[in-house]
């Protein structure tokens, strides 16, 4: 069974540029969670769907970024415009409902320059 | 906030002993505590999850202690072996409006040498 897929695995762009990443969960997770850590810093939470609803984005840092997940599968996350400080690695997970064991990906490493 | 505490100093210990990282948390005991492994440049694996009324967990070489009154738990790996070598997370999962979400410590490296 494959794990929880992230795409690009690395990326680097301009300040002001944009950037979409892509999550697949694994199969048959209703709970897709988007977390990422900067400079060092522990990783912290930005948001969890339950299928296709945002359940809690609490952790978003501000309106630059967009989180969708289309028809409770895939998700993705954009950044637009990016700045320097959103550079880092961006962790998606996922779980079944009911458990409580979450499954990450290997993360997608965002460098804006 | 809640906020985790591991020691952020590398623990180094030869091979074959038993490594013992702490991870402390401030405020309120979450209801599961959670021990992730991190390699270079990959994501969090989970290795065990251990729930507050439940003072200690084992899987093979792993073993967590979970104590709430002094609001710590401890991660223990015997026999430890070179691929051991990995940085260690622990992560509280906090409930928040019927949903949860980890809340994760800085994490805490082992190297063990042959």
């Known amino acids: 069974e494959a794990g929880v897929t992230q795409f690009p695995s690395h990326s680097v762009i301009e300040k002001g540029q944009t950037v979409t990443l892509r999550c697949d969960p694994i199969s048959g997770h209703d709970n897709l969670y988007w977390y990422r850590r900067v400079m060092g810093k522990e990783i912290k939470f930005l948001l969890h769907f339950v299928k296709e609803s945002k359940q809690d984005e609490s952790g978003m840092p501000n309106n630059r970024f967009l989180a969708e997940r289309t028809g409770g599968t895939y998700s993705t996350l954009k950044v637009q415009p990016a700045e320097l400080e959103d550079s880092g690695v961006y962790f998606c997970?996922?779980?079944?409902?009911?458990?409580?064991?979450?499954?990450f990906g290997e993360g997608s490493w965002l460098t804006v320059v | 906030s809640q906020k985790i505490e591991q020691n952020s100093e590398a623990l180094n210990i030869q091979e074959g002993k038993t490594a013992t990282l702490t991870c402390n948390y401030t405020n309120y005991s979450p209801a599961y505590l959670q021990w992730y492994r991190q390699d270079p440049g990959r994501g969090p694996v989970f290795l065990l999850l251990?729930?507050?009324?439940?003072k200690e967990k084992r899987k093979e070489r792993l073993k967590v202690t979970f104590d709430t009154t002094l609001k710590q738990s401890l991660f223990h790996i015997t026999a430890s072996q070179p691929a051991d070598s990995a940085t260690y997370l622990c992560a509280l999962l906090m409930f928040s409006g019927g949903y949860n979400k980890l809340i994760f410590g800085a994490g805490t490296r082992l190297a063990v040498h042959p």
């Open positions: 251990i729930r507050e009324n439940e």
């Open positions: 997970a996922s779980s079944q409902g009911g458990q409580n064991t979450i499954y």
